[in-house]
């Protein structure tokens, strides 16, 4: 079955610190996958996302993510992690109908 | 931001009732969706709009309907709501701009049935 498994439902962390979010997909197609963002109270907003040419991608405010086919993961990353950086983040798989296959979610807390 | 607006942004209801909820577009794209958001299941796609009168069932649609008869607004009904259906409804579009089917997000809807 098609799927996309975030690995870490909760990840909590100090200021300054790095990040890396683990994403991996199960889907046979071609693929183009994204990373979103969800601020405390909002709506969802893209971070980044792939298509093709360079595996590593950047995205808003500090964030990049790479893409490694060999082991169908799509990871964020952000070296140096701020209060602000505070949400809940989501990978997603776009699929040829145009439609997108989410994952649960990671909810990142940032301790000041 | 793409130009999405939803209608209204909160509302309680009672079981039983039917509700409506509007997603309004500016920029006249061709695909719409319809999401809900529950705590551990991410987001789940309820139906969505590939032009005026075309619609299709995604992978929780039973106890939906949705109409879109303006390129501009997609529709999603709740025929008679359900506490199951509490949820966070977010309407989205396809954005193809740059060859990349990108899916740009309203602000949401908070529904809670009782």
């Known amino acids: 079955a098609q799927s996309v498994s975030q690995h870490n439902h909760h990840v909590i962390l100090s200021e300054a610190a790095s990040l890396e979010l683990g994403c991996n997909y199960s889907y046979g197609g071609t693929v183009n996958l994204f990373w979103y963002v969800q601020y405390p109270g909002q709506h969802l907003q893209l971070l980044l996302k792939?298509?093709?040419?360079d595996p590593l991608v950047k995205g808003i405010k500090g964030f990049e993510a790479e893409f490694i086919k060999s082991k169908f993961s799509f990871n964020l990353r952000k070296p140096s992690v701020q209060w602000s950086d505070t949400a809940e983040y989501f990978c997603?798989?776009?699929?040829?109908?145009?439609?997108?296959?989410w994952g649960a979610g990671t909810k990142l807390i940032i301790k000041p | 931001d793409a130009g999405i607006t939803q209608s209204p942004r909160h509302k309680v209801t009672e079981t039983g009732t039917p509700v409506t909820l509007r997603c309004h577009q500016t920029?006249?794209?061709?695909?719409m969706y319809w999401y809900r958001q529950d705590p551990g299941h991410g987001l789940r796609l309820i139906h969505y709009?590939?032009?005026?009168?075309?619609?299709d069932k995604g992978e929780v649609s039973d106890g939906y309907s949705v109409s879109r008869s303006k390129t501009e607004d997609f529709l999603l009904t709740l025929e008679s709501a359900t506490s199951s259906q509490t949820s966070v409804y977010f309407c989205?579009?396809?954005?193809?701009?740059?060859?990349?089917?990108?899916?740009?997000f309203g602000p949401g809807t908070r529904l809670t049935v009782l």
């Open positions: 997603a798989v776009g699929k040829s109908n145009y439609q997108l296959i």
């Open positions: 792939y298509f093709s040419g």
């Open positions: 920029e006249n794209h061709r695909y």
């Open positions: 709009s590939y032009g005026v009168k075309d619609t």
């Open positions: 989205a579009i396809r954005d193809p701009t740059g060859g990349v089917d990108t899916q740009y």
